[in-house]
């Protein structure tokens, strides 16, 4: 399985992914959280309800939403994870 995507020329993926990522952040008006971790994610039943964030002033935010993205990074270095993830 493939696990990680990279530029045809192999360059790092790393200032691609970032570019491509501004520029649609930029153009759909997302905030950005920066310095800020996830605390909890929110259930409601056995669906997602949203998210429990805390900034470095410790500061607590909750966001509600339908659905979330984990992309906590190193899963294309750690074909156990993928094993795991894809049973």
């Not at 605390?39 to 500061?59: A, H, P, Q, T, Y």
């Not at 992309?71 to 294309?76: E, R, V």
């Amino acid at each position: 399985m493939d696990r990680t995507h990279r530029p045809r020329d192999g360059s790092a993926v790393g200032g691609y992914l970032i570019s491509g990522l501004v520029r649609n952040i930029t153009k759909r008006g997302i905030d950005v959280l920066l310095d800020t971790s996830v605390e909890e994610i929110l259930m409601r039943g056995d669906e997602v309800s949203g998210v429990r964030l805390i900034n470095d002033e410790k500061e607590v935010i909750e966001v509600q939403t339908k659905s979330i993205v984990v992309a906590t990074g190193g899963f294309s270095a750690n074909s156990a994870d993928g094993r795991e993830v894809s049973s």
